[in-house]
């Protein structure tokens, strides 16, 4: 905020006064103040999938991803984000499930599951847990076993670069690499938990930049090394096709399962719903306008 010039807080705050009260529909369980992607009223899950709103089956569980982003925003008070935190050990790979997807030289840590479900199997995303430290960060918990191995989990994915590898068996939910690396960046410049990977970080950042293509991505990127301390130029412009057409998340119907055949099929994107949002693209947008006028 510091970095808005007087009309641009006034917008801000009104943006944010219009925001704050749509949160509770996404609310679905207060004794742990977790939050889902979908509205918790019957049939708000895939708004427009005509199809498959019409069935609870494919109603997702609330998620950790979800709940760090809205009790940051929604400026959740301590003791209700501590309700979450204390639950979340019960969600963690190899505390009732083991992780059968994703890389395998992941599969040893202890940490946090995207999902909140009861029966859901284990799924990590780099992304997911970016986030999630961010909140931890954000709130100044005390780190637990299956925090440092969220910590660990991320750091090694760095030290192997295993995004290269597999964007979809990293992020699943986020598959795209910039945007893998765009909260990797975030995570690492905002807390202390990824001091150690830094370097490597950037340089695959640069690595990337020079050869992404895309307009969009190259200014995700581009924002990833000015939170890291390196200014690169863009020369690309943002028209409005790109705020309309990039895609940001997406929801991968065959992700949790562990069935190989099944695994083999699910990074294709004909099992993707992608979801694009340009006022969260605009908002993008205005972040990098923002780090490069402060860099």
Known sequence: MDKFTEEEKNI??????????????YTNNPDRNSFNFWQKDKNKHFPNGRLLNRFGKFKLPDDIDTTSLAQMVAGTEYQEALKTKKVLPDHANLHRYRILNGHKQLDRYKAYSTWFGENMPIEFDVCV??????????????????????????????????????????????????????????????????????????????????????????????????KLGVKRD????????????????????????????????????????????????????????ILNKAF
């Open 12 to 25: 801000f705050q009104e943006i944010e006064k219009e925001l704050l009260p749509n949160l509770p529909y």
């Open 129 to 226: 847990l970016s986030n999630y430290l961010l909140w931890v960060n954000h709130f100044g918990f005390e780190l637990n076993k299956n925090d440092q191995d969220c910590i660990g989990l991320l750091c090694e994915t760095v030290e192997n670069a295993l995004y290269f590898k597999s964007g979809f068996k990293s992020a699943p939910e986020y598959p795209k690499t910039e945007v893998i690396l765009y909260h990797l960046a975030r995570t690492a410049s905002n807390t202390p938990f990824l001091h150690k990977v830094k370097p490597k970080l950037t340089e695959d950042i640069q690595t990337v930049y020079l050869k992404t293509w895309h307009p969009f991505g190259q200014m995700l990127l581009q924002s990833s090394l000015l």
């Open 234 to 289: 863009t020369k690309t412009r943002i028209f409005s096709k790109y705020v309309e057409d990039y895609w940001w998340f997406t929801a991968g119907l065959l992700s949790v399962y562990s069935n190989p055949l099944i695994q083999r099929i699910a990074s294709n994107s004909l099992f993707h719903f992608r979801f694009v949002c340009p006022a969260f693209n605009y908002a993008l947008i205005l972040e990098n306008q």
